[in-house]
């Protein structure tokens, strides 16, 4: 059955090492996000992709970096650079085109990192 | 600058009755607006969403209100039941920079007591 997978669940780093996320779909979405979410906050646009090779800034993109080569994959990863990394992270797809505004989301991983 | 925003943090109900969750947004562009529930340690399932032309919409329990004038949206769970008990997150859609973004608020936590 169709879904978003993301992998591993739970993930945990020394400070200083890049880290990298990864996020799969089979639903044949063009559209790929991803978000942040901290406590008592909404969730945050990181980055995202309408379309494979092509990837955009979110609100937050410092200390992030993704690719997309494949249309299933969304990868990110998070980099030493970014100064406040512990965080439940969730990857978002959705088709494009008129009228579609649901996005799905996956199960997210939680970062920490020490 | 927070463009959507959920006033209350947390909204204890009883079991059986109403819960109404609100949700005030400022930008003018939002022409569509969905609602999210989501468990701890999970990723956000859709719930039920609005058109910018529609005042109202229903599925069930659920049924979301929109007053366009005073730029507001909310939520109504009748009757309560626990299985409801999650934070609940208010979005809205807009075409931000060429893509279709969701702006979310910082969730509303609702319990709803036996």
């Known amino acids: 059955d169709g879904g978003i997978t993301q992998s591993p669940k739970y993930l945990f780093r020394k400070e200083g090492q890049n880290v990298t996320l990864s996020c799969e779909q089979n639903?044949?979405?063009?559209?790929m996000y991803w978000y942040r979410q901290d406590p008592g906050q909404g969730l945050r646009l990181i980055y995202y992709s309408q379309i494979v090779n092509d990837f955009q800034k979110g609100d937050i993109a410092e200390g992030y970096s993704v690719s997309r080569e494949k249309k299933e994959s969304f990868p990110l990863t998070v980099t030493s650079a970014q100064k406040n990394p512990t965080a439940f992270y969730l990857c978002?797809?959705?088709?494009?085109?008129?009228?579609?505004?649901?996005?799905?989301f996956g199960p997210g991983t939680r970062l920490t990192v020490t | 600058d927070q463009q959507v925003k959920q006033n209350s943090p947390s909204l204890s109900v009883q079991e059986g009755r109403i819960s109404i969750l609100n949700c005030d947004y400022t930008n003018s562009m939002f022409d569509y607006f969905l609602w999210y529930k989501k468990y701890p340690a999970e990723g956000p399932t859709f719930l039920i969403s609005i058109s910018s032309i529609k005042d109202k919409n229903e599925d069930g329990r659920f049924t979301v209100f929109l007053n366009k004038s005073a730029k507001h949206l909310s939520l109504h769970i009748v009757p309560s039941q626990p299985g409801d008990s999650a934070v609940y997150f208010c979005a809205a859609s807009a075409i931000i920079q060429g893509a279709q973004k969701l702006v979310f608020g910082q969730g509303t936590r609702l319990t709803i007591n036996p």
């Open positions: 978002a797809s959705k088709l494009t085109g008129t009228g579609l505004y649901e996005q799905y």
């Open positions: 639903l044949n979405h063009d559209a």
